[in-house]
């Protein structure tokens, strides 16, 4: 994969335009959060789109795979996280609806990228028995 080619990836820009909007929910959280669920929420956020980054440096799609599924598991995280954020009635309801459901398609792309990584690694083990 060439180099900086994870600017290319639609589900990396979508990671970081929902980084941002994480950290404007954040923003709204009572004072005693900011070092409790706040960052917690904000650092799995910020671990999806360096996750897709890191994997598509990697070199091959097996390693790619591996960390598109790290990407997933810390956007599991973060929904979670945002559900929490609504049990507990921090920040703006709207904007935690608004960017849950905006990180539960963001995680359908990821799991679509992930099978494509997957299947061309197959395709091409059998390709290469043939």
């Known amino acids: 994969?060439?180099?900086?080619?994870?600017?290319?990836?639609?589900?990396?820009?979508?990671?970081?335009?929902?980084?941002?909007?994480?950290?404007?929910?954040?923003?709204?959280?009572?004072?005693?959060?900011?070092?409790?669920?706040?960052?917690?929420?904000?650092r799995s956020a910020v671990s999806i789109p360096s996750n897709i980054a890191e994997g598509s440096g990697r070199g091959t799609r097996k390693d790619f795979a591996h960390f598109l599924d790290q990407a997933r598991a810390s956007l599991f995280e973060v929904i979670t996280q945002?559900?929490?954020?609504?049990?507990?009635?921090?920040?703006?309801?709207?904007?935690?609806?608004?960017t849950q459901m905006e990180y539960e398609i963001l995680g359908m792309r990821i799991n679509a990228l992930i099978r494509t990584m997957?299947?061309?690694?197959?395709?091409?083990?059998?390709?290469?028995?043939?």
Do not use: H
């Open 82 to 98: 945002l559900e929490i954020c609504r049990s507990l009635n921090f920040g703006d309801l709207d904007k935690i609806n608004a």
């Open 1 to 42: 994969m060439a180099e900086l080619r994870f600017r290319d990836l639609e589900v990396w820009r979508v990671s970081m335009d929902l980084v941002v909007k994480v950290y404007e929910i954040t923003r709204e959280f009572p004072k005693n959060e900011q070092f409790g669920l706040a960052s917690q929420l904000q």
């Open 118 to 130: 997957k299947d061309s690694r197959r395709i091409r083990k059998g390709d290469a028995e043939d």
